[in-house]
């Protein structure tokens, strides 16, 4: 096959790249450049461009740049910072695997005659009556199936992940047999447009106006501080919520955006019994009954029984869990926690 093999600049595309050559594809590199402002991490640094193409050079395979800034500010960081301003806790490389690493490159792939594209997520892509899934990578500690979980069925039909079946030990391993001068660069754990040096506070501070919040307490509402910035706050959250140490751990609770408050409280006070999802993809029809939760990149998994009202999905939780921050990503899996059943946003 003629693949489009996404080159990030990172061992895991490097070794996907490799793996597909090894299979006698027909590859070819390309690299999206998506972010124009200020990166010092993650794969929209000059750096990863410059590894990206090293790497092709020494496998010997064409080499490519996309340019998708546009599409990057219109559907990942113009909703970033649009989610924060309404008190959303959003997944921004979701959305770039969405609209970018996914649907853009399968219109360029269509475009340029290609048969698939190619990533090196950690994931698989498995098939139950016909019909193809995302899978849980084979090492569980880098799944990447929750990012990639919005996938559907024209774009899993031509999608390989081709280190899926390998422990990232393994990744590294045949990167240093190959000599890939990625084979011990770190992986990238950040937001690419977020940078070290400034964090979200200057990112989202320079786009827009921060809000100053109330602190309360959650048992009687006496006022226990203020915060400089209500669209900095979620739920959950222990530190920078403007209360001085040595007392009970609090977390936020609540925030209320149109009284500008936040409410913290002990740790039992985040559980609750049910979810609502909205905003969903499934994978191939909606689905009732039981399934396994997914709420975060790397986060555990809960058991819940689904029901589908309207367009959401109701969640009761088997045991009561904590609050999911609206905007977040919420997948579901199987029962057997093996494959993606759909997802959505958490309301």
């Not at 058991?303 to 869990?321: F, H, K, M, N």
Request: glycine residues 10%; proline residues 4%.
């Amino acid at each position: 096959m003629k693949v489009l093999m996404a080159l990030s600049g990172g061992v895991d595309s490097s070794v996907a790249a490799a793996e597909l050559l090894g299979d006698g594809h027909e590859v070819v590199g390309i690299t999206m450049r998506l972010w124009g402002g200020s990166s010092d991490t993650g794969c929209c640094s000059v750096a990863d461009v410059d590894d990206a193409r090293r790497v092709a050079q020494q496998l010997g395979i064409d080499h490519l740049v996309f340019n998708f800034t546009d599409d990057f500010d219109e559907h990942v960081v113009g909703p970033y910072v649009a989610a924060h301003q309404q008190g959303l806790t959003p997944n921004p490389c979701i959305e770039c695997n969405r609209h970018l690493k996914f649907h853009r490159l399968s219109e360029r792939a269509d475009l340029l005659g290609f048969d698939a594209v190619a990533t090196g997520h950690h994931a698989r892509i498995v098939q139950h009556g016909g019909v193809r899934f995302v899978a849980r990578g084979a090492d569980m500690a880098k799944d990447q199936s929750y990012v990639v979980h919005m996938l559907p069925q024209r774009e899993l039909a031509r999608t390989l992940f081709p280190i899926g079946h390998l422990a990232k030990a393994e990744v590294r391993r045949r990167a240093t047999e190959l000599g890939l001068r990625t084979a011990a660069k770190p992986d990238s754990q950040d937001v690419c447009f977020i940078t070290h040096d400034g964090g979200r506070t200057a990112f989202l501070g320079s786009r827009i106006p921060f809000r100053s919040a109330t602190v309360v307490d959650a048992v009687d509402g006496s006022q226990l501080g203020a915060i400089d910035a209500l669209e900095m706050v979620t739920l959950g959250q222990r530190r920078g919520i403007g209360l001085p140490g040595g007392g009970p751990k609090r977390y936020v609770v609540d925030i209320d955006h149109a009284s500008a408050t936040v409410t913290v409280g002990e740790e039992a006070l985040l559980l609750c019994d049910s979810l609502v999802v909205h905003q969903l993809s499934w994978a191939h029809q909606p689905v009732a009954g039981e399934v396994l939760v997914q709420s975060s990149a790397h986060g555990a998994t809960a058991p819940a029984t689904a029901s589908c009202v309207g367009d959401t999905v109701q969640l009761r939780w088997q045991q009561p869990q904590r609050r999911v921050s609206p905007g977040q990503s919420v997948v579901l899996y199987d029962p057997t926690d093996t494959y993606v059943l759909g997802g959505g946003i958490a309301g």
